[in-house]
């Protein structure tokens, strides 16, 4: 009988498993890409560019990083998906070699208040085991030291089944936790204004309630008004103490309203569940203004806003409490951890030492850890997350990054391009959208779509090495080496904005005058004061329109039509030319398409499959009704209007039988700050970061305010899009406003009038000016950071 032999292995050059050594798209046609195939390599950085709104994060995060989120999802048992977000498939022909992707973008890490950087990392949980373990006295486990965990005693009887006998008995539970009773583990402790929650000469019946959303016509002003505790009659000011003890404070009490059961409750424990359970940064505009209006805040006396009870800041290991730990900078509590030395806890120091030493390397030592994550901005958003993965064993992993240069200084890039090559040469995928030269310059393989933004772009421009791009004739390979330079001559100014005894976070009780009527730039390094500078300083004042980060807030319905304001004449408009009402040329009132309520689309819910969208058969995706479609304005109805392009509906409104003063001030401005290439009806889901801030620029320049503040307005610009911005500040300066800009981009800075220069380091190393004066005297003078890189780049 012959002998069996096994196989012997193939040669390595000839192995099957090779073959999989690309990312291979075939055919993606997700929003405006055309059709695109490329072949990405694995374990190298591929940085993709191109201008705003060419296709770069359709291609990434849109088909790419969606397809390896859904397949995985989809290897969950059919239960589980019904509890997870339904991903449709991209709209792509082929997609192989995907392999597990990790998105890191720029999105804010959420707006619970009662998150921190130290709870987003686990920081805080491995801190709260040492306490613990370590602390003295003991006061239980590492709940004791949560400030999302309150203290519970509850004793009673229970009964037991055992065998055919029932047995009473008694028993009692006990959970030691961390939170301060008083302000419940939120550090701060809310006073009402009672005048701003109701109008006391008006009755319920009038209108007195001013609450948003407590219209006598809403469900909210229904329940109160028809509750029987309250006479809806009568002036507010004429209640007895009962009655607007029960309008203000009452408990919740189930009671009937027009034959329905629903919970009646006092307007503050109502406002406080509703409102203030949200961080302030993430409402909406209205409630944000109404909560400040209405609402005081100030630090808990009794925890003195660490969030945690007596008990948990009575433990102490080598002389400070768990407060003090999470208060200390990153980079000081990473010494202090690095001290301790137990090796009974030996293995949770080091990760502790690994994940604040990672903070250090990736330049964000200077938070700590009680800094609420609603408040990082989006560039320390995105490093945050970066932290978890930095020590993560796994690889073949596809991490993508979305412009993660954001809210860099010069000198921190470097940083961060040693941080993606760690990434890389772990054996994993790095894919980064970015526009910075320095960042495109670490990558293995660029890919740049274009040529243009929005319908005249999604192509593939060119493929290949840096070298190669530079040779090319794309946009970005004839601007990738563009180097500003200083003006020959600058702006003076004739008077100034005082700051004086800036002491805001880390601010050293700073004076400092800002020229008005120029451009003036603030820079230094991340961490080093300047937000907190102008924030703290110049924001609130009159006259000041400030234009920051924070997200737009809308959903799918939200497009630029409807957030800039520009809808409502386009609709009287409409009207006026046909003689109808303007809310017929509403999506989301009359003239919606009755079949998909005017959404364009129709969700059917499958339940524990995903679910599936499709655009409704009636209206074919226009959102309106038929009849509405009817109706003309120059020659164009409803639908192709919102389907046009910000440069077309700017020149259809600016002459013949549409013109529209007003719609075509709005559509101008838009074209002003680079948003030409937009459809006036596209979602405001489907912007880039880039995209949404230069839009709340073009609705703020209708502002009226003699002081411009912009927080870092190159974010998602192109290197040719920079020149235009940079045209845009010095129209705003020439027509007499005074601008102050936030930035990193030494193009910016090279183009300013006057540099306020915050250092020399970040967190405690930071917060004193470091320098005042025009760009070239920065650049001659040399001593700072910036000096240094900007002469560099404009040598």
């Known amino acids: 009988m012959p002998s069996r032999t096994s196989p012997r292995p193939a040669p390595a050059a000839s192995r099957a498993s090779d073959a999989h050594d690309v990312i291979r798209v075939r055919g993606a046609r997700e929003n405006n890409l055309k059709d695109v195939s490329v072949e990405i390599p694995k374990r190298r950085i591929t940085v993709l560019t191109g201008v705003s709104g060419s296709g770069k994060s ?10 390896s989120q859904r397949l995985i999802n989809e290897t969950y048992s059919t239960f589980v998906q019904g509890f997870m977000p339904s991903l449709a498939r991209p709209d792509v022909d082929v997609l192989e070699g995907l392999t597990t992707a990790i998105i890191v973008d720029q999105e804010p890490m959420g707006a619970n208040p009662r998150s921190t950087v130290g709870t987003a990392t686990d920081a805080n949980a491995m801190l ?3 306490f613990s373990r370590l602390g003295t006295p003991h006061i239980g486990s590492s709940n004791a030291f949560s400030f999302n965990v309150p203290t519970v005693q509850a004793s009673g009887a229970i009964t037991v089944q055992k065998g055919e006998r029932t047995i009473a008995k008694k028993a009692s539970f006990n959970q030691t936790g961390g939170m301060c009773p008083r302000c419940e583990g939120r550090g ?14 008006k009755s319920l019946a009038e209108g007195a309630l001013t609450v948003p959303g407590y219209t006598m016509d809403g469900w909210y002003g229904r329940i109160y008004r028809s509750s029987g505790f309250l006479d809806a009659d009568r002036p507010i000011k004429d209640y007895t103490k009962r009655e607007l003890h029960d309008l203000l404070y009452k408990e919740p009490t189930r009671i009937k309203v027009e034959g329905i059961n629903v919970t009646f409750e006092g307007l503050v424990p109502k406002i406080q569940k509703s409102f203030l359970s949200k961080d302030r940064e993430a409402m909406q505009p209205h409630i944000r203004a109404f909560v400040d209006r209405a609402i005081t805040f100030q630090t808990c006396p009794d925890c003195d806003g660490t969030r945690l ?55 964000l030592g200077y938070l700590s850890l009680e800094r609420p994550s609603g408040t990082l901005s989006g ?18 992993i596809t991490y993508v990054f979305d412009e993660p240069s954001i809210g860099l200084h010069p000198h921190d890039i470097q940083r961060m391009n040693e941080l993606l090559v760690q990434l890389r040469d772990k054996g994993n995928t790095v894919l980064v959208v970015e526009h910075k030269p320095e960042m495109i ?11 243009l933004a929005g319908s005249e772009g999604g192509q593939v421009m060119f493929e290949g090495t840096v070298e190669g791009l530079r040779a090319s004739d794309t946009i970005t390979g004839r601007h990738i080496d563009d180097r500003a330079t200083l003006k020959e001559s600058v702006r003076e100014s004739a008077e100034s904005l005082q700051i004086r005894g800036a002491s805001t976070h880390n601010l050293r009780d700073i004076d400092v005058d800002i020229p008005l009527g120029v451009l003036t730039v603030v820079t230094g390094v991340a961490g080093s004061g300047k937000s907190s500078l102008i924030t703290g300083s110049v924001s609130g004042r009159d006259g000041v329109v400030t234009i920051d980060q924070s997200v737009i807030k809308g959903s799918r319905r939200s497009n630029p039509a409807t957030y800039t304001g520009m809808l409502e004449p386009i609709r009287k408009a409409f009207a006026k030319a046909n003689g109808v009402k303007p809310s017929l040329f509403s999506a989301n009132s009359e003239g919606a398409c009755p079949t998909c309520k005017g959404a364009g689309v129709i969700y059917t819910d499958l339940g524990m499959m995903a679910g599936v969208t499709t655009t ?20 164009r109805d409803i639908s192709q209007v919102l389907e046009m392009s910000v440069v077309q509906a700017e020149a259809f409104f600016g002459e013949g039988d549409a013109r529209t003063p007003a719609a075509h001030k709005i559509l101008q401005r838009m074209v002003d700050v680079g948003l030409g290439y937009l459809t006036v009806g596209q979602p405001l889901t489907t912007l880039s970061g880039g995209e949404r801030q230069r839009l709340k620029l073009a609705v703020h320049m209708g502002e009226k305010g003699g002081t411009y503040v912009l927080d870092e307005p190159t974010t998602g610009l192109h290197l040719a899009d920079v020149e235009q911005l940079l045209a845009l500040l010095d129209r705003l300066v ?24 915050l250092g020399p380091g970040a967190g405690h190393d930071g917060g004193r000016v470091v320098f005042e004066g025009t760009p070239a005297a920065l650049v001659k003078d040399g001593s700072t950071l910036t000096g240094q890189h900007l002469r560099d780049y404009v040598a």
Not at 58 to 67: G, P
């Open 58 to 67: 359709s291609l990434v995060f849109d088909t790419i990083a969606a397809e």
């Open 128 to 130: 709260r085991i040492i």
């Open 188 to 201: 701060a402790v809310s006073d009402f204004d009672l005048t701003a929650l109701f109008d006391e000469d």
């Open 309 to 363: 009870s007596e008990q948990a800041r009575s433990v102490k290991v080598k002389g400070i409490n768990i407060a003090d730990a999470c208060a200390m900078q990153i980079s000081d509590l990473a010494e202090w951890v690095a001290g301790l030395d137990e090796p009974s806890v030996g293995p949770l120091l080091e990760s502790l030492r690994d994940t604040l030493d990672s903070f250090v390397d990736i330049g």
């Open 379 to 396: 560039g320390e958003a995105q490093r945050t997350k970066m932290i978890r993965h930095l020590g993560s064993p796994l690889t073949d």
């Open 441 to 451: 310059g670490v990558a293995d393989h660029v890919i740049d779509l274009g040529p």
């Open 616 to 635: 409704c058969e009636d209206c074919g995706g226009k959102r309106f009704d038929a009849s509405v479609l009817e109706f003309h304005l120059g020659g």
């Open 734 to 757: 020439d027509s007499g406003k005074s601008v102050i800009v936030i930035e990193h981009h030494q193009a910016v800075m090279a183009h300013a009038d006057w540099i306020i220069d």
